[in-house]
């Protein structure tokens, strides 16, 4: 039993480092494409007053969100690294006969 749960428990961690490592990308690539994007510059530029106060508050919002989700992806890769690095060190322990 101890080892099924063992191996669940490295499954899930390597599961939750792909997760953080795929979530960061994403993000990181939104940002650039979507915030980052010089045609949105041009593009605002065209529109009036009223039209481009309200597109960089939809890009603030936007870069506010991506923000965060990069912040929470990187928690999940530092747990996913430390929680599989604690089990491969203390596997011993762990998996001991009692």
């Known amino acids: 039993m101890r080892l099924t749960l063992y191996i669940f428990a ?7 480092i792909g997760l953080g490592l ?10 650039k494409y979507e915030v980052d994007d ?5 593009t605002m530029n065209r529109l009036d007053n009223i039209d481009q106060k309200n597109e960089i508050e939809n ?6 969100q991506l923000n965060s989700n990069a912040i929470i992806y990187g928690f999940v890769l530092v747990f996913g690294i ?3 690095s604690i089990l491969i ?4 322990r762990i998996l001991k006969n009692g």
């Open 38 to 42: 010089p045609t949105v510059k041009t």
């Open 89 to 92: 060190i203390k596997r011993k």
């Open 59 to 64: 890009l603030v919002n936007r870069k506010q």
């Open 82 to 84: 430390t929680s599989s």
């Open 10 to 16: 490295i499954l899930l961690s390597l599961f939750l």
């Open 22 to 31: 795929i979530g960061s990308l994403g993000t990181a690539v939104s940002y």
